[in-house]
Structure formats: structure tokens, C-alpha cells
């Protein structure tokens, strides 16, 4: 009786159940195909090569985890709306600021009108208006003048000035004053037609003298020279002395 022989050892490389020869296994280098790699692999591994060509990773350097579609870069958009708004309310709140600041220094127009005070009235003037006060004196020079050319008209027919009481009676005035106007004695401004000793204003003055320059009285001391005066509105005065 035959002895069983014992199992021939299986072929863990036979390749589809075949005993053909069993194909050592090749490591495969970058993306290139070892021999034998069926045409459809190759074309794979060749696709992947040439788009690997431009994305070269450095030596060293990890290759970058891929990014998935929850991990999108976040935006800006929301921070840029919020710095809008802090400027807004920024400025609104200097603008309102400026209007309480300018409002606080004027006064509303109540209380404008209620402390407000009419300006005090003018009150019209008394006093002469400058047409006015020119005609004043010229009136005082013609006065001046005309009393002048008496006097001088006296003297001549008389050897001698009157004196100041002479002139200032009307009996002798009329008497020896013939064609002069009373009134002419009378300043623009004045009260009477009396004529006094010294210059002053709104009145006129006359004064004789002797040769001398002193009081005369055409009794003892005649009367030879003579001073009529008139003070004008500037304060200056008109004067007539005799020849």
C-alpha cells in the first residue's frame, strides 16, 4: 500500500492560480511605474506626476494639511462695518458737543429781547446851528463895524471919543449918534443894547482912553482913542480901535 505524499508547498506568488513566475514586488520610486504595471496605472501615475510638478515642497517642510470647506478664511467685512459705526457715533457725539458748546455762550431771543434797553433819546439841541452860528458873526462884525465908523465920525466933528457912559445914555446916543441903529449896541446873543467895559461873550465891549491909555472923562482927561470889541462863536475876538 502506497504511502500519501505529503502536500507540495503552495506557490503564495502564483499569480491568478497560474505557476507562472512570481513577480517580485518593486518599490515604487516618485510616480514612476515599475515594470509590468498595466498601461491604466501608468496613465494614473503620470497625470499625478505632472501636476505635482509645479507644487514642489521643499525639503524639510511638511506637506501642507489640506483645507477643508468648513475652514474657509474667515472675512474682514464684519470688523470694517464695526469701525464704521464707532466713527459715526464718534463724530455725532463731537458735533453735538460744538452745538451745546456755541448755543451755552448766546443768549435766546427772549432773553435778548427782555434785557435789551433802548438807547437814551437824544434831546434837541438848544444851542445855534453852525448856518446859524456863521450868521451870528457876521451880524457882531457888521455891528462892529458900524458903531466904528460913527465913532470915527464923531471924532472927527468933535476933537474927541465918548465914553462909555456917553454911549450907554440913550439921550445922548440919539442926540449924537444920529443914523445908528440902537440894536446895533445889542450882541446876536445878548439881553440889551448896553455896551460893557471888558470883552465877554453875547455882549460888546467899549473902553476910552487918554493919550496915555489911561480912564478918561472929556473934562479933565479927554478921550482919544478908544477899544470896541466882539467875541465871536469860536471864542475869538472882532476888534475896532480907533484911527
Given amino acids: 500500500m502506497d504511502e500519501p505524499k505529503p502536500d507540495a508547498p503552495k506557490n503564495e506568488n502564483v499569480v491568478n492560480g497560474t505557476g507562472s513566475t ?13 515594470n509590468g504595471t498595466p498601461d491604466a496605472v501608468k496613465a494614473e501615475l503620470s497625470k499625478m506626476a505632472g501636476s505635482d510638478q509645479g507644487h514642489e515642497q521643499p525639503a524639510g517642510v511638511p506637506p501642507a494639511a489640506p ?28 458735533g453735538y458737543a460744538t452745538y451745546i458748546k456755541s448755543n451755552a ?17 437824544v434831546a434837541p439841541q438848544s444851542g445855534p446851528t453852525s448856518i446859524q452860528t456863521e450868521e451870528q458873526d457876521t451880524e457882531r462884525q457888521t455891528d462892529i463895524n458900524a458903531v466904528d465908523s460913527h465913532l470915527e465920525a464923531f471924532y472927527a466933528d468933535q476933537g474927541f471919543y465918548p ?3 456917553n454911549m450907554n445914555t440913550a439921550s ?13 449896541l445889542q450882541d446876536p446873543q445878548g439881553m440889551s443894547e448896553t455896551l ?12 476910552s482912553a487918554d493919550d496915555k491909555g489911561e ?6 482927561f479927554m478921550c482919544t482913542k478908544f477899544y470896541l470889541t466882539a467875541v465871536l462863536s469860536t471864542g475869538r475876538q472882532y476888534q475896532k480901535t480907533s484911527l
Fill in 67 to 94: 483645507i477643508s470647506p468648513n475652514q474657509a478664511p474667515k472675512s474682514n467685512k464684519p470688523l470694517f462695518i464695526i469701525s464704521l459705526v464707532m466713527v459715526f457715533v464718534v463724530a455725532v457725539g463731537v
Fill in 196 to 207: 460893557v467895559s471888558a470883552p465877554q461873550a453875547k455882549a460888546y465891549a467899549y473902553v
Fill in 105 to 121: 455762550k448766546k443768549p435766546t431771543t427772549a432773553q435778548t429781547t427782555s434785557s435789551a434797553t433802548p438807547p437814551p433819546a
Fill in 22 to 34: 512570481p513577480v517580485q514586488p518593486t518599490a515604487v520610486v516618485g510616480n514612476q511605474a515599475p
Fill in 172 to 184: 445922548w446916543f440919539n442926540e449924537n449918534m444920529k443914523g445908528l441903529d440902537p440894536a446895533a
Fill in 163 to 165: 465914553t462909555l457912559a
Fill in 215 to 220: 480912564a478918561c472923562d472929556n473934562v479933565k
